[in-house]
C-alpha cells in the first residue's frame, strides 16, 4: 500500500477531498470528534491520582540533600529531583536543570532569549538578517511553531528510518552560520515513533558547526516511555558522544509523561 510519502501531490489532493466526505458524513451522524493526539484515556489518568494525596501535612519536607522544600531552594535547586532525573537522562545531576512542567514553554523561552540575549555572549539572533533552523520532517508540529513564531526560516530534512538524513544537516550545518538550530525527538520520533541510530548520534557529536550559537534542541521526551511496554530502542547518550568529540553543543529537554 502507497504512504503518503510515495504520494503526488494530486493524489494527496484527492485522498483528502474523499477524507473531508467520509468526515462529513460521520459528523453527520452527531459523533462529537476530539483530533487532540497523545490525550491519555481515563485509566491513565486514574494511575495519577495518588500524586493528589501523596503530600500532606504529615510529610517530611527536609530532603536527603538538606533543604526544606517549603522554603525557597537553594542555588542548585533541589538536589533529589536532579538526581532522580539524572538517572532518566542516564547523565550526572550536575547536568541537569529542572525547570517548570513543560518542556515547550522551555523551549520557546529558550529560543525567546536566544533571540533577545543570544547564546552565551554571540550576537542576539533578532540582530541577525537571517536565522535559519533544520527541522527533521515529518516532525512534531509544535516545534514548528516556536520557530514559525520567530519568523525563523525553517528548512526541511528528510527523515529516514534511522533519523534525519545527517548528509544534509552537515551539509547545512558545518557550512552556514545563519542555521542555528535543529529540532530533534531521538527516540520513538514523532509522528513515525522511529528512534536515531547510533551512527546518527555520532554524527550529531561530531557535527562542525560554522555558527559558535548552533544548538541541538534535543527533545527527549519519550526517554522513559518504554517502561509501559516490554519493546524498547535503546539511543547512544548524545552527551556522552559530545564529551568524547569535546563539542558541546546540545540541548536536552525531558517531558515526564505520562501526565
Ligand atoms: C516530542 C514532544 N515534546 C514535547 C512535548 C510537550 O511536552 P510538555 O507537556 O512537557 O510541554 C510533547 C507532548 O506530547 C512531545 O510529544
Not at 191 to 205: C, H, K, L, M, Q
Amino acid at each position: 500500500m502507497k504512504t503518503y510519502a510515495d504520494m503526488t501531490r494530486e493524489e494527496l489532493l484527492a485522498l483528502k477531498a474523499e477524507l473531508d466526505e467520509q468526515f462529513k458524513t460521520e459528523e453527520a451522524k452527531g459523533h462529537s470528534f476530539n483530533m487532540a493526539r497523545g490525550k491519555p484515556g481515563v485509566s491513565q489518568l486514574v494511575l495519577s491520582m495518588p500524586m493528589l494525596s501523596v503530600i500532606n501535612d504529615e510529610s517530611d519536607m527536609n530532603t536527603v540533600l538538606g533543604n526544606d522544600t517549603r522554603n525557597y531552594g537553594d542555588w542548585d535547586g533541589i538536589g533529589e529531583c536532579r538526581r532522580m532525573m539524572a538517572g532518566m537522562l542516564g547523565v550526572q545531576k550536575d547536568n541537569v536543570i529542572v525547570c517548570g512542567n513543560s518542556s515547550l514553554n522551555i523551549m520557546y523561552d529558550t529560543v525567546v532569549r536566544s533571540m533577545v540575549r543570544g547564546v552565551n555572549g554571540s550576537k542576539p539572533w533578532c540582530k541577525l538578517d537571517k536565522v535559519k533552523f533544520l527541522c527533521p520532517v515529518p516532525g512534531y508540529d509544535r516545534h514548528f511553531k516556536i520557530t514559525e513564531v520567530f519568523d525563523i526560516e525553517m528548512i526541511n530534512i528528510p527523515m529516514r528510518d534511522d533519523g534525519p538524513d545527517m548528509d544534509l544537516v552537515e551539509q547545512y550545518v558545518n557550512h552556514d552560520d545563519a542555521v542555528k538550530g535543529i529540532w530533534c525527538v531521538p527516540k520513538y520520533s514523532n509522528p513515525t515513533g522511529i528512534s536515531y541510530s547510533d551512527e546518527v548520534v555520532r554524527r550529531f557529536a561530531n557535527l562542525k558547526p560554522k555558527a559558535e550559537d548552533f544548538r541541538i534542541f534535543w527533545d527527549n521526551a519519550y526517554c522513559i516511555h518504554h517502561l509501559y511496554d516490554d519493546r524498547q530502542d535503546e539511543i547512544l547518550n548524545i552527551l556522552d558522544e559530545c564529551e568524547k568529540q569535546a563539542t558541546p553543543i546540545w540541548f536536552t529537554f525531558f517531558v515526564p509523561h505520562p501526565k
